[in-house]
């Protein structure tokens, strides 16, 4: 069995574009400059948006983050992304999820200019997405493929089974391992909360991608003998620590790891790959502006 070692692969990936940063700061051009709109003061959000800041500085990017309150309405978040939009000097922007009840979620990212879209959750971008066009993966899905990619995990012809369907992670790795190419050329199931005999179709599963949301679902029983397993939940469980608190995936990790071929960690996982890779979208960003 072999860890997936998400930390060590986004350090690497974070390594290899404060390199492309320096070049651009040597040779005199603008560096990336990502900008975050955070409504309220979720503390998941305040955790992620915080984390992400600090990953700007370390490689050399500029950030802005763009503080609104709860009580924004949908209008003035909607003025606030037209000025990003419009601003030259940002390469791309993200608008924190969950937002609160009175502002419409799909209206918002609508309004987000899709060549500024690094989030990659705009219709347009999902689209070209689906369509193997070049364009921005969402970080979380892009971060997976990183990771295969890295950790040289074949997955042409192989059974993949995504648990969750959700826009942002379990419809678009569903599109991603069933592409030409790799990772990719697997043969894909898409499972969610309507599926019948899921346990048995999980245990046909050479890999497993799980991104539901549900504390230790995946038991050692339901998986074969050497399955690739990618954790995506993150779940917050009381525990008896400082914290209050430990954070947990979906999978049961200290038996699955036994059967497993690959597996991720949580925490330690996919997490801090979506991070590098929202970097590398707005490093793409950045890119796509100079040529234009």
Partial sequence: MEVLDGKKVSNDIKNEIAVEVQKMKDQGEKVPHLAAVLVGNDGA???YVG???????????ESTLVKMPSTTSEVELLAKIKELNED????????????????????????????????GFHPMNFGKMALDMSTFIPATPFG?????????VDTKGKHTVVIGRSHIVGRPMSILMGRKGWPGNSTVTLTH??????????????????ALGVPDFLKAEMVKDDAVVIDVGITRVADDS???YKIVG???????????SYITPVPGGVGPMTIAMLLKNTLLARERHRNA
């Fill in 45 to 47: 959000s305040l955790t």
């Fill in 51 to 61: 984390s992400k800041v600090r990953a700007c500085e370390r490689i050399g990017f």
């Fill in 88 to 119: 030259k000097n940002i390469d791309g922007f993200i608008v924190q999820l969950p937002l609160p009840p009175q502002i419409d979620t799909q209206k918002v990212l609508l309004a987000v200019d899709p060549d500024k879209d690094v989030d």
């Fill in 144 to 152: 997976i493929l990183e990771l295969l990619e890295r950790y040289n």
């Fill in 193 to 210: 909360s309507h599926t019948k005999n899921i346990t048995q179709i999980i245990s046909q599963a050479d890999i497993v991608i799980s």
């Fill in 242 to 244: 400082e914290k209050g």
């Fill in 250 to 260: 979906d999978v049961d990790y200290e038996n699955v790891s036994k059967k497993a």
